[in-house]
């Protein structure tokens, strides 16, 4: 039920709709006469609203309660002030009734959310179109666009408008967004709490929380262009394992994206001969070489708009045994060859919802088939409520500069705050200017593992290979105007550095996995601004120049070329740097002294870090224990998580939690086993490591301490 008020500011028949959706977050919705609220797909199916108390009337001036929050409805003009119990003023909204714009409170706090891409770090003082694709916003060194309206005030607040369209202006004292058309529905939600966690979750609550991907998603991903032969395809896969470089997967681009790729021609499904003459032969030779293959799909030019459920469709279309209609069966003949994922290309044109179900229809339609595979698919163009089908989102094809670089720190961060924890970019830029060069590559891969999405690509694509520029050949030159200096193709520095940060990436993956696994429980993204644990630091609230992946490791890329030195900002508490351990008192900026093996890692105290050995792919057997890294100075707690990786078993309980707490002045580990879950192997080797000094032990799902005496 939900308190209803005549509009006095825009029609007396319009309705006015305030709803409580949980104790932090109110509904506000204006239907003018013979209009609803667009069912776009992106609200959480589960969403429903908990206020009971029903209002008519005319008066100029009544006050509802919502959850917590005290509403003053004011209705001529229209607005709605929503306050604390103390009576503190969260946010103000204003309607104005000639034009349906609403201005809300700006605040002088920072800004952040409203999607992938536009202006960086700080929302205020930008103004922004909310224009999807690739032409929303300087692509070259912001990247493409995907706007979520979902705007961050780090002062206490969070606004979601649901599916209004239109255009936002931050630049005055009020913020205001100008709808795309007079007259049509408005729907807000308004997020009061000063937790930022809460602020997550109700943003979790309201479009729904993120899927959980496959585990080898999360290794390193080697994208290929303009091939020249089958026996260069397999050639380079060899050369992975050869070398003893960690990858988990082979992209392949599509023919008209490039000269000679994997297909027969832009939106088709057909093989190149060229180059895949016999795919299911050549796909089962990857696999055999633990290799995932991932293709290139262009948006076929024939469909501008997709609407419905697609496993209801693809279901019926097959129980009819007639010709296939739905988008999905253009797949089909290629998926059965043992492909195991996509990436869908383009889709600027569509609208909202229908960039939403082709984001649902790479999730769905696979299980059709292999219901017990989490499916992949890598997107360029995205809505709310994306996460529930574990899209991945890459930045579009930006330039290779040095300020594409930088921008990327805080559109990751913004984007991760929008509710899309699955987010990369083409390490090195996609396509080539003169600032590409070996540093360059090496600032940006170094980045790009520490990316929930580590994956290399662009023009000169050869170049993009971690041992790429010391062999003299940067591969087919795309981009007429680049031309790289004959110098930089000999740099014998590249693939040693770039081993380290893969083998690295490797060696992480229990804790990155397990900060994935988190955030399908909270919403927390993987690359996280630091207002998420430090909202009470200014400095460290308006600090976009680096970011804490998961809860523990704060991550500084170095974005300027010849940089000898990192300034970081440390919040307060006592840090350790990553690779040398040197302890520092935080609360303050300090100068990171590098050079171009360095980007700096620092993790705080109190930090339980579960690392595992090198991998040549996330699914290799290794004989070795789990090495858990606790840093002193405080107390911590961290839940390890494992499952089968790839299937859906863990919802029936198919998965290890092991719950793990620090005792800093007992200096021991605790560990047991998290409610829900089981030992799916018998028992787990674990090095308990502190510093240099390291203890074994032994656990088999009963409580254990361990201590280092």
Known sequence: MAAVVPCAARAQTDEVRLSAISPHTVRLTIVPPGQSISDDGALAENLRASFTTEVRGAAHQQTFRCGSLRVEVVTAPLSFTFKTERGETVQRLSIDGATGAVSFTTGDRPLLGLGEGGPQFDRRGSADLMRSGQGGYRLRTFGGRVPIPWIIGTGGWALLFHSPGGAFDFTGVESRLTPAHIGQPLDVFLVASREPAIIMGEYARITGLPELPALWTLGYQQSHRTLASREEVLAEAKTFREKKLPCDTLIYLGTGFCPSGWNTNNGEFGFNQKVFPDPKAMFDQFHEDHFKVVLHVAYPTGIRQMSGTVKDACDAERRAETQPSCYWNMHKAVWELGVDGWWPDEGDALDGPSRLVRNRMYWEAPQLDRPNERPYALHRN????????????????????????????????????????????????????????????????????????????????????????????????????????????????????????????????????????????????????????????????????????????????????????????????????????????????????????????????????????????????????????????????????????????????????????????????????????????????????????????????????????
Not at 603 to 608: L, N, S, T
Not at 654 to 671: C, F, H, K, P, Y
Request: proline residues 8%; aromatic residues 12%; glycine residues 10%.
């Open 382 to 709: 995205g809505y709310p409520g994306m996460q529930r089908y574990a899209s991945f989102l890459w930045s579009g094809d930006v330039n290779s500069q040095w300020e594409t670089l930088k921008n990327h720190i805080p559109d990751a961060v913004n984007t991760g705050l929008s509710g899309i924890p699955l987010w990369g970019t083409d390490i090195g830029g996609f396509v080539p200017t003169q600032e590409l060069t070996a540093e360059l590559y090496v600032r940006w891969f170094q980045f790009g593992a520490f990316c929930p999405l580590f994956r290399s690509h662009g023009r000169t694509w050869k170049l993009r290979l971690p041992w790429g520029w010391d062999t003299g050949d940067p591969g087919p030159i795309e981009t007429p105007n680049y031309k790289p200096d004959p110098s930089e193709l000999h740099n014998a520095q590249v693939e040693p550095i770039c081993r380290k940060y893969l083998e690295l990436r490797y060696r992480l993956m229990p804790y990155l996995y397990s900060v994935v696994r988190e955030g399908t429980k909270t919403a927390m993204p993987v690359m996280r601004a630091l207002w998420l644990h430090y909202p009470d630091d200014p400095a460290a609230v308006a600090r976009g120049d680096q970011y804490l992946w998961g809860r523990d490791i704060l991550v500084a890329p170095v974005v300027e070329k010849g940089a000898t030195e990192r300034k970081v900002y440390l919040p307060r508490g006592v840090w350790h740097e990553f690779f040398e351990g040197e302890r520092i008192e935080g609360g303050r900026e300090v100068a990171r002294k590098v050079d171009l093996e360095t980007m700096p890692l620092y993790v705080r105290a109190g930090a339980i870090v579960p690392m595992g050995p090198v991998k040549q792919y996330t699914g290799e057997k290794v004989d070795a224990p789990l090495t858990v890294a606790c840093y002193p100075g405080a107390n911590g707690a961290f839940l390890h998580y494992e499952d089968g990786g790839n299937g859906f078993e863990y919802k029936k309980g198919e998965w290890t939690g092991i719950q793990m707490v620090w005792n800093d002045a007992r200096r021991s580990l605790s560990l047991r086993l998290a409610p829900g879950s089981r030992m799916i192997v018998p028992q787990r080797e674990i090095t308990l490591q502190v510093g240099r000094v390291t203890k074994q032990a032994t656990f088999t799902g009963k409580p254990l301490e361990v201590r280092l005496v």
